[in-house]
Structure formats: C-alpha cells, structure tokens
C-alpha cells in the first residue's frame, strides 16, 4: 500500500523558515516523480514544487522561487521542502504526492503551515 | 501560465440527480486533463485522468469527457457518498501544472 506521511509543519513568524518532510512507503521511491501541493483555507490546490526520480531537475511555481528548495533522499524514501523568507499568503496545508507518468496518483495526509506573528 | 476554470462554484442536488460541472482551459491541453474528489479534512482523490479514463476502484456513475478547452466531469446517479468537491487538473504542461478552484456539490 503506497503511504506518504509529512511532517514538520506548525506555526512559524513571517520571515521565518521551515522544513517539511515526506515520509514514503509501499513503492519503489528511487522511480517515480514527486512533487508539494499546497492548499490554503477554502481554496483549491495549488501545485508547488517538483522533483525528478533522481533529484536532478526541480521545477517551482513562481510565487516560491528563490524561497522554496525541493530536495529527496532516495536512500531514506524520503522527500523535503525548505521553505524561507515564509509569507502569511504561504499559509496552507501543504500535501506531499507522487507522480505516474504525468498524472498524480497519490497524495499523503497533509501538514498545517501557519505564517503569522 | 494555462488557467483553469470551473462552473458551476456550488452545485445543489438531490441523492439520484444526473449532475454535471464543467472545467474550461484557457488554452488546449489535448486530454491532459485529470478530476479529483476532495472532503473536508482529507487529501483529494483521483476519479478520473486522461479526460475520460476511470481510475481503477472508482465507481461507473463518474464519466468524464472533452479535449482541447473544454471537459465535463458526469455523475450519472448522484450517490450519498459523492457530496464533496471537485477540482479539475491539467497536466498538459507538465510538470508544471493548474487547478480549477473547485465545484462543491451540496445537498438540495
């Protein structure tokens, strides 16, 4: 059974920095494409970062660049984001989910990011 | 950037309609073109990818249809358990990739 647990969210100051993480099970971790989806309160996703099965190449939506880094630990199953330079607008829950081909197929529980002083 | 928009915002239906929510792109993706279930406090679920491919497990009352712009996402006979909202998601330009802002459909 395919699992993906974050961790790592929690309420953090404007300006401030945080790491998630993306715990993965249940599939080869080191094949498939991974990605942060974001969703604020009362809003629809929004998709946030990629990274390939190697971790060379990375993509980010414009609103986080130069703010946001995605990385992966295919020796740990595991998937992070670091975010800085944190803004109210980047409060949401931010999912960790795995990508088949082009499609995103799973989606893990989701971890709380609050930006505010 | 390819946006995308859906219609209607909020759905009011009984258990039994035939509902129906549209998803326009402001450009054409082809059939990149996935829809997801979501309720509340839970992530979203994949019910349907490639325009009109059902994701295994999901029930036959979800159809999905379209190209180019414009796509429907069909619930033949509106279930109990179907009341939830629903984005729809190109992937035309992956791996970037947009969201509709979602169709809730509520209880008439």
């Known amino acids: 059974e395919v699992q993906l647990v974050e961790s790592g969210g929690g309420l953090v100051q404007p300006g401030g920095s945080l790491r998630l993480s993306c715990a993965a099970s249940g599939f080869t971790f080191n094949t498939y494409e991974m990605n942060w989806i974001r969703q604020a309160p009362g809003k629809g996703p929004e998709w946030v970062s990629y990274?390939?099965?190697?971790?060379?190449?990375?993509y980010n939506v414009d609103s986080v660049k130069g703010r946001f880094t995605i990385s992966r630990d295919n020796a740990k199953n595991s998937l992070y984001l670091q975010m800085n330079s944190l803004r109210a607008e980047d409060t949401a829950v931010y999912y960790c989910?795995?990508?088949?081909?082009?499609?995103?197929?799973?989606w893990g529980q989701g971890t709380l990011v609050t930006v505010s002083s | 950037d390819i946006q995308m928009t859906q219609s209607p915002s909020t759905l009011s239906a009984s258990v039994g309609d035939r509902v129906t929510i549209t998803c326009r792109a402001s450009q054409s993706i082809s059939s990149w073109l996935a829809w997801y279930q979501q309720k509340p406090g839970t992530a979203p679920k994949l019910l349907i990818y490639?325009?009109?491919s059902l994701e295994s497990g999901v029930p036959s009352r979800f159809s999905g249809s379209g190209s180019g712009t414009e796509f429907t996402l069909t619930i033949s006979s509106l279930q109990p358990d179907d009341f939830a909202t629903y984005y729809c998601q190109q992937y035309d330009s992956y791996p970037l990739r947009a969201f509709g802002q979602g169709t809730k459909v509520e209880v008439k």
């Open positions: 490639k325009a009109s």
């Open positions: 990274i390939s099965s190697s971790g060379y190449s990375m």
């Open positions: 989910a795995r990508d088949s081909g082009r499609l995103t197929d799973y």
